[in-house]
């Protein structure tokens, strides 16, 4: 059974960096892909950042250059390191596993960036 537990999240200021961890503890499955999507009240969730075995790490615009994806497959973990964080970054962050067209979700971590 699948369980993504994130961890990492807490209260930043603006410029600083903080490092997201996802660990499936719950199987041994070999995904497909890992990411992380956030979301803010009254927003769609949105992806942030990809790491899928066919394609490598793929970015959303508003954190190129400033995030980076990466992914222990022996362990089953994903990372996402965040640096010059904005305001804007303000978000729950969620972990994301896929598999085979199946898809599962961690709780979510929050992530404050004060001004």
């Known amino acids: 059974q699948v369980q993504l537990v994130e961890s990492g999240g807490g209260l930043v200021q603006v410029g600083g960096s903080l490092r997201l961890s996802c660990q499936d503890s719950?199987?041994?499955?070999?995904?497909?892909?890992m990411a992380w999507y956030r979301q803010v009240p009254g927003k769609r969730r949105e992806p942030v950042a990809v790491?899928?075995?066919?394609?490598?790490?793929d970015y959303a615009d508003f954190v190129k250059g400033r995030f980076t994806i990466s992914r222990d497959t022996a362990k089953n973990t994903v990372y996402l390191q965040m640096n010059a964080l904005k305001p804007e970054d303000t978000a729950t962050y969620y972990c994301?596993?896929?598999?085979?067209?199946?898809?599962?979700w961690g709780k979510g971590t929050l992530v404050t960036v004060s001004s």
């Open positions: 994301a596993a896929f598999i085979s067209g199946e898809d599962y």
């Open positions: 719950g199987s041994r499955f070999s995904f497909d892909a």
């Open positions: 790491d899928s075995n066919a394609h490598g790490p």
